[in-house]
């Protein structure tokens, strides 16, 4: 079974209690989706617990930013992740808050519905949602192209997108991560080895959209790309001058990444993602508890890369839509939702009871990044006049 070597099952369930496994077939869809770039998919979906030591918390995300919640109708998962965050929850729920809304969120939940929540929330800007099953239409991958030498531009931040440009990277692309002055990468403020492993070998190019010049240099760098990786909503796109529908008619692959699809404008995470989309593990009440570690990212970038390295039909150009919700939808079960399975106590490790035989459950593990980040626009100057683009 996928799930016990996955490094999954020990971030999914309560702290005190077994490990549990996940509905669906996550693992097993990441495996095969991984052996297209010669690593472990499965184990890509618990990598980063192992840089920082994440474990199972119940109803409360394995990182800690995102809670399961009780609705008038069901239960949601809400995200305080971002600095504004609280400020936009106590707003969500009518009420003043400090640093720590949830004394004022948890009773406003319990009297509204899921859908007054994420209604309230895409009007805000808020990353919470009611845990419901989503679509789950995710494009099939098409023959593969060759990616040694073909040039990357990465415009996305913390793990769907950056995974996916290092596995293009590792397949023999040049990539290139462009970063803004006033939003840098988030995920610079994680686990330094961990941003290692997934930008090593990259170029880095700052830019500013707020003025003219970096507004040219960024339409530029699009148009050079022969894949351009983002991971923002349509409209913020539209404000730095990028047009994914020029680009594809220019004979660009796009690889769009959101949380809902590109025509919502619901924003999201991987941990509240993953629950709205259904796939949590269950109580015996059938009560939800968090699985994974921020699970729809890496199974995301593993998605988007595999898309990402399929020749578009004609040989043109191609915008690749892909949801996080839909990806982590479509691995998962019909019907209704059932009580987890429990792994089981064997001396000091726990397994999986099979008609194999006891599967150990397997620990969070860790690839070595091969080498440093580079600093944050180490190399603007040295990119855009090799591509010859006037640098601002």
Request: glycine content about 12%; charged content about 20%; hydrophobic content about 45%.
């Amino acid at each position: 079974m996928s799930w016990a070597s996955s490094g999954v099952l020990p971030l999914c369930g309560h702290p005190g209690g077994p490990p549990l496994v996940p509905p669906g077939n996550a693992a097993a869809v990441a495996a095969g989706l991984g052996e297209r770039f010669g690593v472990d998919g499965a184990r890509l979906l618990s990598e980063r617990a192992a840089f920082t030591g994440h474990r199972r918390r119940g109803r409360r995300s394995a990182g800690g930013a995102c809670r399961l919640l009780p609705t008038a109708d069901g239960w949601a998962a809400v995200s305080s992740a971002r600095p504004d965050d609280p400020a936009l929850l106590g707003a969500l729920a009518g009420a003043d808050v400090d640093d720590d809304p949830w004394p004022a969120l948890v009773p406003w939940l319990r009297e509204h519905t899921g859908a007054e929540l994420a209604e309230r929330a895409e009007l805000l800007g808020v990353a919470a949602g009611p845990v419901a099953a989503c679509p789950s239409s995710v494009p099939e991958p098409l023959a593969p192209r060759p990616l040694d030498g073909a040039l990357v531009v990465d415009f996305s931040a913390l793990w769907a997108g950056p995974l996916c440009a290092h596995l293009l990277g590792s397949a023999g692309a040049r990539v290139v991560k462009v970063e803004t002055p006033a939003r840098p990468d988030g995920a610079r403020l994680g686990d330094a080895a961990f941003y290692d492993l997934l930008h090593a070998g990259h170029r880095s190019v700052v830019l500013d959209p707020a003025e003219p010049a970096g507004r040219r240099a960024m339409r530029a760098l699009a148009d050079a790309a022969d894949i351009v990786i983002e991971a923002s909503r349509p409209r913020a796109l539209a404000r730095f001058g990028l047009d994914a529908g020029a680009a594809v008619a220019g004979g660009t692959t796009w690889v769009s990444i959101t949380a809902y699809g590109r025509a919502h404008d619901r924003i999201g995470f991987g941990d509240d993602v993953a629950a709205a989309a259904g796939l949590v593990c269950r109580d015996p009440d059938l009560a939800p508890l968090f699985c994974g570690d921020a699970i729809a990212d890496p199974l995301t970038g593993l998605t988007a890369a595999a898309l990402a390295a399929t020749a578009p039909p004609g040989g043109g150009g191609m915008l690749w839509d892909v949801a996080m919700s839909a990806v982590v939808a479509a691995t998962l079960p019909a019907g209704e939702p059932v009580a987890s399975r429990e792994a089981v106590r064997r001396g000091d490790a726990w397994v999986l009871e099979s008609e194999a035989g006891a599967l150990p459950v397997a620990a969070p593990a860790r690839r070595e990044p091969p080498g440093r980040a580079p600093a944050m626009g180490r190399d603007t100057a040295e990119v855009l006049a090799g591509l010859g683009i006037a640098v601002p």
